[in-house]
């Protein structure tokens, strides 16, 4: 699943909620508290299938399993600020992660 | 009020208007940024059809043998990729440790967390783990294919309302229907998402919510619900 339910944060949809925002950022949007009690009630283990479509190059990482016994609030936050590093990374540059301090500035 | 909520909002019990808001606003437009055309249509809104009723959220996998394939045309024309790129990219890391994957199927469900850019990028590791997992085991792959499918994947509405997958023509009537899927990916919080978009075209955010409060329900429910995989593999 895609935690945040919705695309990247973009265009007119991210002047909108950040109008200080450089207008060519794309923000992996916040993960809801909601979708994390969710999954952590699902008892499921979690695996992270990072994707990064990039300008020269698409690349896949999967992370390690995590047991539903290992599972924190933080695990999924996590693993979406890893997203958007693999993303810059691999030439995606103006990739950000909602939660990042960057975008937080943005919000306040 | 904030300039999303201006927009005149059909009544919740609308549902053949709502309905017919999500298949013209969003199922068409995705159908056609997909590249997908040949493959799907969106349903509107027909009483009579099952899949246009809103008292389930997802309906059971019928995989066939033509199953792999609508996902490899799916996959491949939507991300632009020849289909062996694809299975270097998109299967070989599952292949490469399915033996964990399969060991962590016995012990629990799987939940695979998946960016959102492009669209579709969930659908890859819900493919790649079937035919890894399938591939796997012993016996017939494609019924080992069939058996991860049916213990895995649901049919849900989501926001792609009942797409339904064909094969290109020319072909025989009787085999017209791949499969009567909505989507390869199911949202388990936000099954319709509440993007600024869908709060733009004038659906009931009445309506979304009771269905996604009601599709988290089943999804609890049926992630809960014991194995039925003849080897006891839990669901991707």
Redesign the interface.
């Known amino acids: 699943?895609?935690?945040?339910?919705?695309?990247?944060l973009k265009g007119d949809?991210l002047a909108?909620k950040y109008p200080d925002a450089p207008p060519d950022l794309?923000i992996?949007r916040a993960v809801?508290p909601?979708?994390t009690k969710?999954?952590r009630?699902?008892?499921?283990?979690?695996?992270?299938?990072?994707?990064s479509?990039g300008p020269n190059e698409?690349?896949?990482?999967?992370g390690k399993?995590i047991?539903?016994n290992e599972v924190t609030d933080d695990t999924?936050r996590d693993?979406?600020f890893k997203?958007a590093e693999l993303?810059r990374i691999n030439g995606e540059t103006t990739v950000r992660y909602e939660e990042e301090d960057e975008i937080l500035a943005y919000a306040a | 009020m904030p300039e999303a909520l201006q927009v005149p909002q059909l009544a919740p019990d609308d549902i053949a208007g709502n309905h017919n808001i999500l298949t013209d606003e969003f199922t068409s437009r995705y159908i056609k940024r997909a590249h997908i055309s040949l493959l799907a249509k969106a349903q509107r809104y027909d009483p009579d059809n099952p899949f246009c009723g809103y008292d389930q959220t997802f309906w059971p996998a019928m995989p066939n043998e033509h199953s792999e394939l609508a996902a490899k045309v799916i996959l491949g024309g939507f991300?632009r990729?020849l289909p062996k790129k694809m299975d270097r990219?998109?299967y070989q890391?599952?292949a490469e440790?399915v033996d964990?994957?399969a060991d962590?199927l016995h012990?629990?469900?799987?939940?695979?967390?998946?960016?959102?850019?492009?669209?579709l990028?969930?659908a890859?590791?819900v493919h790649g783990i079937s035919k890894a997992v399938a591939k796997n085991q012993p016996g017939d792959y494609l019924q080992n294919l069939y058996d991860i499918i049916k213990e895995s994947h649901a049919v849900g509405t989501r926001g792609f309302v009942p797409l339904r997958f064909r094969l290109p023509p020319p072909i025989k009537p009787e085999n017209k229907f791949l499969v009567r899927a909505a989507q390869l990916?199911?949202?388990?919080?936000?099954t319709f998402?509440?993007?600024?978009t869908m709060r733009e075209s004038g659906i009931s955010l009445e309506f979304i919510d009771e269905y996604n409060a009601r599709a988290?329900a089943d999804?609890?429910t049926a992630?809960?619900q014991p194995s039925r995989h003849p080897d006891g593999l839990k669901q991707v």
Not at chain 1, 41 to 51: D, K, N, R, T
Not at chain 2, 193 to 196: I, M
Request: charged share 15%; aromatic share 8%.
């Open positions: 699943m895609a935690p945040s339910g919705a695309p990247d949809n909108k794309k992996i809801s909601g979708t969710l999954i009630q699902m008892g499921v283990s979690l695996l992270h299938a990072s994707a479509f698409t690349v896949m990482k999967l399993i047991p539903p999924v693993m979406l997203e993303r | 991300f990729m990219l998109f890391p599952f440790r964990e994957i962590s012990e629990n469900p799987l939940l695979v967390v998946t960016g959102h850019s492009p669209d990028v969930a890859i590791p990916v199911f949202g388990v919080h936000f998402p509440r993007a600024e988290r999804c609890l992630v809960q």
